[in-house]
């Protein structure tokens, strides 16, 4: 599984996890929901101890928060 | 309480006038301000892995990025922070999800990383884990964005008519 499978997978259950876990981060590995966390350090601890230096996707789900800049960044 | 004072000095390089070809530093005390009001705020930032992924590196007998310094500018437009891909990749951050980002130019997704930052040469506080969008920052002066996620710890005083910012915390 490649990382941007693991984000479109995101997209794809985000509604869904939206229905209990509003506002919480989800932790999405292999296509694969590997748990629900109240902050993004915690579900990234978790992700270096169940998968140590690889690459995942830490989402908060249905809150849009955005790091947006305005600077001429293009 | 940490702070940190920016002057933005008076002093400019300017051909001289009474020798043709050379250049002569005058003092212009208007130039603080303009330099100020062309750049905005900008100050060195250290930059490296976050805490716990240092720690994994550590246990895992792997060698820890040193610490990279870069400009970094003071961006009220940035909700957080934001890194130049040259930084993504001299660190070899490892991609933690994905983070929409708007721009003057549209909507984009920009790759997500976690990091901690400090502030070399000063009293500010360092923050050992905060997440950080990768950008575009190629052809700017500063290879980083201090958004507003690092900002709400921050007392800012801009003062544009002498070129003074001193930044609390």
């Known amino acids: 599984m490649t990382f941007e499978e693991d984000v479109e997978y995101f997209k794809s259950i985000e509604t869904e996890l939206a229905k209990d876990h509003k506002g919480k981060y989800v932790l999405i590995k292999d296509k694969k929901n590997q748990g629900i966390f109240s902050n993004f350090e915690d579900a990234h601890k978790e992700a270096l101890k169940m998968f140590g230096l690889t690459e995942v996707v830490i989402a908060q789900i249905e809150t849009p928060q955005p790091l947006n800049y305005l600077a001429t960044a293009q | ?169």
């Open chain 2, 1 to 169: 309480m940490g702070k940190v004072t920016i002057v933005k000095l008076g002093f400019q390089s300017r051909p001289d006038p009474n020798n043709p070809g050379q250049r002569q530093i005058v003092f212009d005390p208007n130039y603080g301000a303009i330099e100020l009001a062309g750049q905005g705020i900008i100050l060195n930032v250290a930059i490296t892995v976050d805490n716990w992924t240092r720690a994994v590196l550590s246990a895992q007998n792997q060698p820890v990025p040193n610490a990279i310094v870069r400009p970094a500018l003071v961006d009220t437009g940035a909700s957080g922070l934001a890194l130049d891909t040259s930084v993504v990749h001299a660190l070899n951050l490892i991609r933690r999800g994905t983070v929409n980002c708007q721009t003057a130019g549209g909507s984009r997704t920009s790759n997500m990383y976690f990091v901690s930052l400090s502030f070399p040469g000063t009293q500010l506080n360092s923050y050992p884990f905060l997440r950080a969008a990768e950008v575009d920052l190629a052809n700017m002066s500063f290879k980083c964005l201090i958004g507003r996620e690092t900002m709400m710890n921050w007392h800012i005083h801009y003062n544009g008519q002498t070129g003074h910012v001193s930044i609390a915390d």
